[in-house]
Each structure stands twice: as structure tokens, then as C-alpha cells.
């Protein structure tokens, strides 16, 4: 999610986005101290998923540059730049107001109902809490209870029908 990452992590990758007319929806950084992975998901301030390969590249090697600078990745690290495609990776607020509609798969930070991971229609986003239809009924989660969130066109995950 957009608020866990570190804000030195943000402190370089958001200033290099928004030069580029772009927005941070997450940023990850995984591994150990000898090899380490950033992942950065980018997209356009109308949230429409229209990044181009282009636009990655060239935040990539501005950031890597950047990141190279600081030492904030560490030493040792592999850099991937990407837009947020088909199956959107809901980090920030905003894009929880602009998936309002869609098919989400969500996992809570602690169990709800004895689950963490759901999937359902977000019905409603507002006042920091988000509303799920699942089949188990209504769900009603406030935003800093959901750890990792995704919205996706269900046509496209069940496959080619035919």
C-alpha cells in the first residue's frame, strides 16, 4: 500500500514521477541485504492505466540514478517500473474511490471474521472505510485495515471462454 512506503523511499521516487506527469500508487522493496528488489507502480493522474513503456523506461533510469545517489535501496538492488495494468493494485485512497464499481480481491492486515483474504464488488468508498459485496453479505473495512488490495475485470481471470 501507498502509506507503507518509507518515506525516504518516497522522498526520491515521487519528485521523479511527477516530472514525468505521473503518480506513485506503490512502492515495494523486498529482499535481504545482499540482493534487494523495487518494485514501482506507476500511473497517470486520471488513474486510466494509460502508462507507456516509454514513460517506465525513462522513470527507471532517472530513479535508478536517483536511488544509486541516495544509498535508500541499498547498495545491491534490481529495479522494475510498471503501470498498474489489467489487474490494478489499489495502494492509495484515490484509487479506491476510482475502483468503486469493480471487482476487488483484498487481504486485511488481521483477520475479519475469521478470514483475510476476501473478494467481492467495492459498492462504496468513503470516510476512509471501504464497502465490499461478498458472498457472504456486506463487508465494511476501514482503509487501514486492508494490507494489500487489487481490482481486476473478472472476464479476463477466468480465461477465454469458448
Do not use: C
Given at each position: 500500500m501507498y502509506r507503507d512506503i518509507p518515506q525516504e523511499l518516497v522522498e526520491v521516487i515521487?519528485?521523479?514521477?511527477?516530472?514525468?506527469?505521473?503518480?506513485?500508487?506503490?512502492a515495494d522493496l523486498a529482499g535481504g541485504s545482499s540482493e534487494r528488489r523495487l518494485r514501482v507502480v506507476l500511473d497517470t493522474p486520471l488513474g486510466d492505466g494509460r502508462v507507456?513503456?516509454?514513460q517506465c523506461a525513462s522513470v527507471s533510469r532517472e530513479l535508478g540514478h536517483a536511488l544509486d545517489a541516495s544509498g535508500v535501496a541499498g547498495s545491491a538492488f534490481s529495479l522494475e517500473v510498471m503501470s498498474p495494468g489489467v489487474d490494478r493494485v489499489l495502494g492509495r485512497e484515490v484509487?479506491?474511490?476510482?475502483?468503486?464499481?469493480?471487482?476487488?480481491?483484498?487481504?486485511?492486515?488481521?483477520?475479519?471474521n475469521g478470514q483475510r483474504r476476501f473478494r467481492g464488488e467495492l459498492v462504496a468508498?468513503?470516510?476512509?472505510?471501504?464497502?465490499?459485496?461478498?458472498?457472504?453479505?456486506?463487508?465494511?473495512?476501514p482503509f487501514s485495515a486492508i494490507a494489500r488490495a487489487k481490482a481486476f475485470d473478472p472476464a479476463l481471470a477466468e480465461g477465454p471462454s469458448g
Open positions: 515521487e519528485p521523479i514521477a511527477q516530472d514525468h506527469g505521473l503518480e506513485v500508487v506503490e507507456t513503456l516509454d484509487d479506491f474511490e476510482r475502483a468503486v464499481g469493480r471487482r476487488v480481491e483484498f487481504e486485511t492486515r488481521s483477520p475479519l468508498f468513503a470516510e476512509e472505510r471501504a464497502t465490499f459485496l461478498t458472498e457472504a453479505g456486506e463487508l465494511q473495512v
